[in-house]
């Protein structure tokens, strides 16, 4: 059977941001909330130091802690064993964002990231555009709005609901890739089936030493980091 | 092998296959040019212009609108990838702040914080004053007081920026060029004969030394550096020379935290180093002759020694040259004293660690690049230490060797149409005449392209527009730029631009100068909205992209370099000066129909199949694989050149003695013949105009210039050295959410802040803590921002990012746009002016400006 994962290879890694930043685009995440995210961390004194970067998302966790809790069942794993949200479902308790050991999941706050749009006032009367012109213009309430998540009932709207990386379902269930991983300028970001043993997962983790984050919580992350992002020096 | 994002596409094609979901491979699909499945719109061909690096774009658009942005999939160069930057394009072409419309100031006062009190007005009001202003001046014949100021453009911005004022009479339009990179090339010029940025041979290269390099953080070369970086890290040794610990340094074997403007002692020390230890290379450099022993009764007649002893002379004719030319020159004067030792005192690098990048560099001898950039060029005086950082190619016989740095592949692109015969009696007069810069004075060499008094001194404008010098300036129009806040010392720039008495600026967004503007006009955005092209080269291949209109244009724009020149163009011959009518209308000759331009629109695409035809017109020229038609060339989206040759210029460099020049004969003509010009010599000139410490043969050999500080250490204790943002537009990126929200992946900064690192001990001892809000003063001005403890400096230097500070611009980039109330500090308001006068460059590094910090408030 197939187990979508994802390994990031930090070696390759730049720190670019970019798989952030086409997240945020794509999923039209609101200001404020970061499906795909980092932490940095830098070691050491002047002039000896050490920068690491690690991208971080949901883990799609084999034993998913949100979907442990989640009253309604709108959390789930689904079929190929991504951890997403039935936005129809989802009852706004906040009990998944709370359980999430990784604060992967981010309740969806008032304002969309059209709505982020939309308010954005004139700043010179009749000279400059305004959020709502623009919608105007584009005839879309979101410029970047792609139609392909709308037959996913994308992006999660309702105040409240479990905001979280779902792998780019509405692509990936078509067979692409999710968009952190198109868009990565280092191909650090590799996608596929981890159960298929002639793929590019299985291969990276076998060669590599693979981890997860917080292996202790015991909740089987199938984001696996490989490598170092810094030279061993 | 290595696996790679696409090796592993093409792989598990069956293995996904098998689980009955993936039938569409991304693959597969980029290679046919539809993308998935499911999509309903398309993927569409453009180029991205937020920096240098000039990326042929890919953008996915559906119903008019961009969706989603990546890198051309046909492109070599790039490896078919782009950086963020690309796709923060997103937010900066559907930013709500954008200028929708032409319109005019209605308060005459100007001033920062004074509201302009801007109306719209219609494309045809403002056609019509900068019509009547132009003919005003021609009228009364000093069409020299029409001044055209650009930044970023693209390939076929000429038609506005260049030939429009040309006929209209007058020789000042000035680009941005000084306010750029071009110490770089002048440095590259004086010792390999080209006057441009090189390329390097990344597959190849063992050593890389970077000198204040970031490529994987920012311009130049960017995506094909982050797509390779990984294998560089597992082939090849990375030290990165740098004040700052910088993206690329993270990512290196070796972090060198010299103290800013110290480059050229370094670099010399290194090249002491590479003498001292033999370790050169002989086939491109030369040896010493054979026979020739200190202690001629030794018995080792006939081997070569090393007379390369620290501390001592050698005789010229004791040394026969490869390639080059003037290495003992370079030993006698400078080299044979510059030990470790020594340059470790001015670097504040331990000489253990200068010895030993010497000796890994030379190991590594032809296939060993150092990389030099702006960081070490764009110094107070800084062409000497980037000559010196740039010789060591030379030295090691890397320079276009294999795995060295190279002379870029060239492509040929259509000349433009000549304009000469369009001229009237006052363009002729004009023409002839200086510019008004600066540049023929005796305080600049000015070199550019190789000639003396041949290059733009952007920065010194200002002056020229505040003193009257040589003339009053009545029209100033610029396109693309943002000399109040992009220019050090760019209080100068507000008062001139409150002075000039009409300027017209050419904006997306209500910018700090836009802000003293008469009339400001609306563009359209190059990568989504208008055609174009861009020529760059990355990792061995030069490439010509194109940019085209891929979505419905948004607001009442124009495209400012063709379609807004046609538009004046048409208004003039409508009053009655037809001659910028009559070139555009006659001389631009569609290379596919045959057919004239008519209208703006065909001005537009005209102008681009002329210069972009022999990449596309089937007479396949050799220089790559002809894309057979201009639909297939907007289709496709960029051509590829064959990849750069090595050894192109051996044995005839662009120097003045055909070789590689250690001594540069060539710098030396140029000096000479400026100094000339005035019956001056060239040491007169350094003394007593130019600045530099170097007199006598000096002037002419990469060395070490002390640096310049503006500030007395005692009231200004603080270095302050900046870097660029890895999210920047060319400091267009502020007003973006998406650059705030984002800002922290600039090492050592904050999202939606902007601050100043400063080493935790220097903060103990002004106690501060992270985030207390600082005043930050130079003799030039002060800034407010925050302070941030950080290890990726040395106590003494504070280092800051270029971008944030706009007091203008929009919502986001201001905090406060109609109180005129900046988010974070402008650096450009701290730096003092200050120039490479050889090639006229400003300053932004090398630490020239120091500063006292405050604290304000917790």
Redo the contacts between chains.
Sequence with gaps: M?RYAMIL?L??C?????C???C???NQVP??V?LSH?V?E?T????K???S?RPIMCNHCEKPACAQVCPSGALHKDE?GLTVVDSDKCVSCGSCAKACPYGAITPAPDKTAAD??AD??T??A??????K??QE????DY??????LD?FELPLLKKGSALKCQMCKH???????P?C??????????F??EE?I???IH??KEMYDASVLMPEKGTGPHVYYIRE???T? | MK????S??K??A???G??A??????FTALADESH??????KWTSTACQGCTSFCPLKV?V???????V??NWNCTATHG????KA??A??QV?D??????P?KRTNPKKGRGIDPG???ITWDEALETIADKLLELHDNNESEKFMFIKGRSSEVGDALYHYFPALMGTPNYYGHATICAEAEKAASWAVNGMYSYRDYDMANCKYFLMWSTDP??SNRQQ?AV??R??QI??AAH?VVIDPR?S?TA??????L?IIPGTDGALACAIAHVILTTGKWNKDFVGDFKEGLQNYPLSGFYNKRVNLFVAGEEVNEDYFEYGQCYGLVKWWNVVLKDTTPEWAAEICGIDAKDITKVAKDFSKYGTSACSWMSPGTSNQPNGIYGAMAAEALNGLVGSFENKGGSQHSASVDVGPWPDHRPYRDKLAKKFEKEPKCDHRNRIEWPAIGSGKHSNQVLTNNLAEVILNDDPYEIKFLMSKYCNYAFSCTGAQRWEEAMCKVPFYVCITMN?SESAQFADI?LPPKHHMFEHYGYVKNFQDMVTYVAIEQPVI?P??DTKADETELAWAIAERLKDKGFDKVYKYFSKAFVDPETGNLPHDEASFMEIVTKVRTAPVWNGQDKKQGKDLGSWRSFCSKGVFNSNPAKTKKDWGKFGTKTGRYEFYSETLKKQLEAKAWVYAKDVDYCMENYWGYQARGALCYLPHYEEPVRFGDPKEYPYIFSEHRS??SREGRSANL??FQ??K??D??DEAWDDMLKI?PVDMKELGLKDGDTIEVESVQGKIMVKAKG??????GVVIKCYGQGHWAF??VAAAD?AKAKPRGGNNNEILPVAYDRISGNTARHGGFARVKIKKVSA
């Excluded at chain 2, 559906?62 to 989603?68: D, L, V, Y």
């Excluded at chain 2, 993270?250 to 972090?255: I, L, Q, R, S, Y």
């Excluded at chain 2, 950080?790 to 106590?795: A, C, D, F, M, V």
């Design positions: 197939t290879n070696h390759d730049v720190g670019c941001g970019t952030d930043i086409v945020k685009i794509e200001q404020g970061f980092h940095t830098t050491g004194e002047f002039p130091l050490r920068y970067y190929w982020n749009l954005v006032p700043l010179i009749d000279c400059t555009a305004n959020g012109e623009v213009a584009v005839e879309s410029p970047m709005h792609d139609p392909a037959e692509l990936v269930y078509h067979g692409d890739v968009r991983v198109e868009a990565c300028p280092a191909h650090a970001r590799i596929g089936d298929d002639y793929g590019e291969q990276l992002f810094h030279k020096w | 696996i790679t994002r696409r592993f596409l792989a598990s069956l293995g996904l098998a689980t979901v993936a039938s569409v491979t991304p998935r499945k499911n999509e309903t719109g996915y559906e119903k008019g609108r961009a969706i989603r990546n890198g990838t782009c950086c963020p796709s923060l997103l937010q559907y709500p702040d954008r200028i929708k419309t319109m801007f109306i719209p994987i953080g995506p982050m797509a970086w990984g890290m597992d990375i610990f993206a993270a990512k290196a074997d070796k972090w935290p209500p400001l419905t948004l607001w890895r999210l959410p998406l929200e984002f922290d992946l090492l050592g080493n950080w290890e990726g400096t040395r106590p929009g919502h746009y």
